[in-house]
């Protein structure tokens, strides 16, 4: 049985090779961590960003819901599996896996912040202001999204999105 160190030490060294860019190399690296970790959700994730750094989103997209099953509570993950459908034209299934993650962890306010999107693209424009509403009033209560370096640049075009330009008190510098 494999320790949590080693489990460690083997998601390091495929990360390096990932960041190196050997994609090829890490491949068969990740399919072992995959077969000798099948409980733990972190080779899973792993496997989903290999997998989208080979361009394959449909296998990204299995394993990322495979590591969801395994940690049902991580909104990293859900939020990564409900932005993939949602740029897979997928919206009702980007709303499902935020509504469940938002189940078991109300305060995640990326979630809520995509679920808004995920609404406004339904036409749930009141369903959307709600979740915006949750996304912001969570952020900003712990400092983040008050200004554009308080806010990750990855969701930057969202949180503006979410607030109008009348919204006093943001800071757009």
Known sequence: MSTDAELEQRLAELRQLMDAGAVAAARPKCEQLLLAYPKRPEPFKLAARLAALRGDLATAGIRLVQALALNPGDTAVAFDVAMLRFNQ???EGAAQALAAALALTPNAPDCWLLLGHVRQ?????QFALKAW?????????????????????ALLPMVLAAMPNQQPGRSRG
């Open 89 to 91: 034209s997928d919206p």
């Open 121 to 125: 693209q339904l036409g749930q424009q």
């Open 133 to 153: 509403f949750q996304a912001i009033d969570q952020a900003q209560s712990h400092g983040r999204w008050l200004d554009e370096r308080s806010t990750p640049k």
